[in-house]
T-cell receptor, first 110, second 114 residues
Framework: EDQVTQSPEALRLQEGESSSLNCSYT??????LFWYRQDPGKGPEFLFT???AGEEKEKERLKATLTKKESFLHITAPKPEDSATYLC???????????FGAGTRLAVHP | ETGVTQTPRHLVMGMTNKKSLKCEQH?????MYWYKQSAKKPLELMFV???????ENNSVPSRFSPECPNSSHLFLHLHTLQPEDSALYLC?????????????FGEGSRLTVL
């Protein structure tokens, strides 16, 4: 079964302590890998789309990278406002149908 | 109003009740989605509508009945639910022919079934 697996399930960082979140997928012929951020009590908010191995996207302290088997979300010098659940998803057919991973809950402490 | 709006934000219902969740998008998109989010589980795609036609029914029990009367509105009618149906129900919209694959989500309706 095609899956999207995220690790770790939860991550606690000190402010300024850089780290990476992992997203692995088992499907061949990836048609898009997506990262979203979800704050408590809110819906997910789109961050990045990646299509090809070697592709990278950046936004402020976040950088997403893609290989043939996995994607990483690198967080450089995080701040408490970066605390959220980060979701990874892949496209699963037409109509922008997405299959999501369970997410990584990130907590950044001052 | 902008973006994707869901009402009600919170709903408590008994197993014999009938209720509906409403979603409205003001983005001019042509596809709308219902997702279910349970604690510590991935978002589960329930239904997809494109141009007001249902194009995906992801093996969802018949006690959930979607309705898309036009491209801006999406409903999820609920009846005879079970306690395990308690979850956050998220509506999303997108432009199907966009190559970014970006979905715009509402803030969700938190459903509790007693």
């Amino acid at each position: 079964e095609d899956q999207v697996t995220q690790s770790p399930e939860a991550l606690r960082l000190q402010e300024g302590e850089s780290s990476s979140l992992n997203c692995s997928y088992t499907v061949s012929g990836l048609r898009g890998l997506f990262w979203y951020r979800q704050d408590p009590g809110k819906g997910p908010e789109f961050l990045f789309t990646l299509y090809s191995a070697g592709e990278e996207k950046e936004k402020e302290r976040l950088k997403a990278t893609l290989t043939k088997k996995e994607s990483f979300l690198h967080i450089t010098a995080p701040k408490p406002e970066d605390s959220a659940t980060y979701l990874c998803a892949r496209r699963a057919g037409g109509y922008n149908k997405l299959i999501f991973g369970a997410g990584t809950r990130l907590a950044v402490h001052p | 109003e902008t973006g994707v709006t869901q009402t009600p934000r919170h709903l408590v219902m008994g197993m014999t009740n009938k209720k509906s969740l409403k979603c409205e998008q003001h983005l001019g998109h042509n596809a709308m989605y219902w997702y279910k989010q349970s604690a510590k589980k991935p978002l589960e795609l329930m239904f997809v509508y494109s141009l007001e036609e249902r194009v995906e029914n992801n093996s969802v029990p018949s006690r959930f009945s979607p309705e898309c009367p036009n491209s801006s509105h999406l409903f999820l009618h609920l009846h005879t639910l079970q306690p395990e149906d308690s979850a956050l129900y998220l509506c999303a919209s997108s432009q199907v022919d966009s190559n970014t694959g970006e979905l715009f989500f509402g803030e969700g309706s938190r459903l509790t079934v007693l």
